[in-house]
C-alpha cells in the first residue's frame, strides 16, 4: 500500500503597504488568518501615522511594522516588505493593499499555487465574473481597459488581465532572483514586475477574485501617470524583444521580426510616394508600382503577425522556482537593500 506524502506548509509573509488606510488598516490585520506566519506592515511616510496605530491597537504577535522616513511609493514599499520576509524565512510572500478591497480570506488560494508547484507568481483577476465588472467604478474600469494589451505587449505574458492588480504572491525563490533595484516603485510597480517575471521565464497564474469598493480614496492622478506608463511599457517592450530574440537566441521569429519591421514601413513609403507623385502629375499610378507598394506591406503585416502568433505561444507554463538555487544562513539575504528605513517594531502582544 502506498502511503501519501504530504509537504509540509510554506512560511507565509503577508506584506501590506500602508499610505493614508488608517480607517482600514485594523479590519484588514484581524481578517488575516492563522496560516500566515508573518505580517508586514509598511508606513510608506503614511500622514495618517498608521504604522503608530498598529503599533499600538494591533495585538497580533505576527504583525512587524517597518517606517520609511521618505515616501518611496507602493512598489518601494512592497519591496521593503519584500526583503523583510525574505530575510525572516518566508517562503511565499503575499502583497495585500490596506485599504480593505482584498480579502485576506483569498490567501490560501493564493499560495496553493506556488506551494504545489504550479507557478511562481500569482495575480488576482478582477475581470473574470461579469458582473464583478459591472460593479466596478467607471474611473478604474476605463483605466484598467486599455492596460492589459499594452502590459501583454512589454510583459509577454498573453493568457493574464488585470495586470495593475496588486493582490499577488511570490516564491521566494524567484523574489531573490529579481533585479529589484531596477523595479519602478510607485504605480508602475505591478506592470514592471511582471516585465521582471519575463525577464526571468517565471510561471505567471491569473487567478479569479472579487474586488470590494468601498469608501476608500485612490491617490492616483490618472492625467499623470497615463504617460509614465505608456513610456514605461514602449521600453519594457524594446528590452524583451532585444533580450528573448536577439540576446538570449536568434530564431525564425527575430527573422519575422526584422522582415515585418523593414518590409511594412518601406512599403508604406513607396505607397505614399507613389501616391504623391500620381496627386501632382494627375497621371494615374501603374500597376508596377501599385504591386511594389502593396507587396512589402502585405508581407510585412504576415510576417509581423507570425511573429505575434510565435510570441502568444512562448508564454512560460513550468515554474523556474525550483530550479533556482537556495540561499541559507548568511546568503538568505535578499539582493536589495533597504532605502530610508527608520525602524522595524513589532506590535505589542
Known sequence: MTVARHSPAPVVAVVIPCFRVRRHILGVLAGIGPEVAQIWVIDDACPEATGALVLAECTDARVAVVQHEANQGVGGAVLTGYQQALAAGAEVILKLDGDGQMDPALIPQFVAPIAEGRADYVKGNRFHNIEDVRAMPASRLLGNAALPFLTKLSAGYWHMFDPTNGYTAIA??????????????????????????????????????????????????????????????????????????????????????????????????????????????????????????????????????????????????RPVGPLLPPRDGAEATPLFPLRGVARCSRAAA
Open 172 to 317: 521566494a525563490r524567484v523574489a531573490r532572483a529579481l533585479p529589484a533595484g531596477k523595479i519602478a516603485p510607485r504605480y508602475f510597480f505591478e506592470s514592471d514586475m511582471l516585465f521582471r517575471l519575463g525577464t526571468l521565464h517565471a510561471c505567471v497564474l491569473d487567478l479569479p477574485m472579487q474586488a470590494v469598493y468601498g469608501d476608500e480614496r485612490s491617490n492616483m492622478n490618472l492625467l499623470r501617470i497615463v504617460p509614465q506608463f505608456l513610456g514605461g511599457h514602449l521600453r519594457n517592450l524594446g528590452k524583451r524583444v532585444f533580450y528573448n530574440y536577439f540576446l538570449r537566441g536568434f530564431s525564425v521569429a527575430s527573422l519575422q521580426l526584422l522582415l515585418g519591421l523593414a518590409l511594412l514601413p518601406f512599403g508604406t513609403a513607396v505607397g505614399v510616394a507613389g501616391w504623391w507623385a500620381s496627386w501632382k502629375s494627375g497621371i494615374p499610378a501603374t500597376t508596377g508600382t501599385v504591386i511594389l507598394a502593396a507587396l512589402p506591406v502585405l508581407l510585412g503585416v504576415q510576417f509581423l503577425l507570425s511573429f505575434l502568433s510565435f510570441d502568444m505561444a512562448a508564454v512560460p507554463q
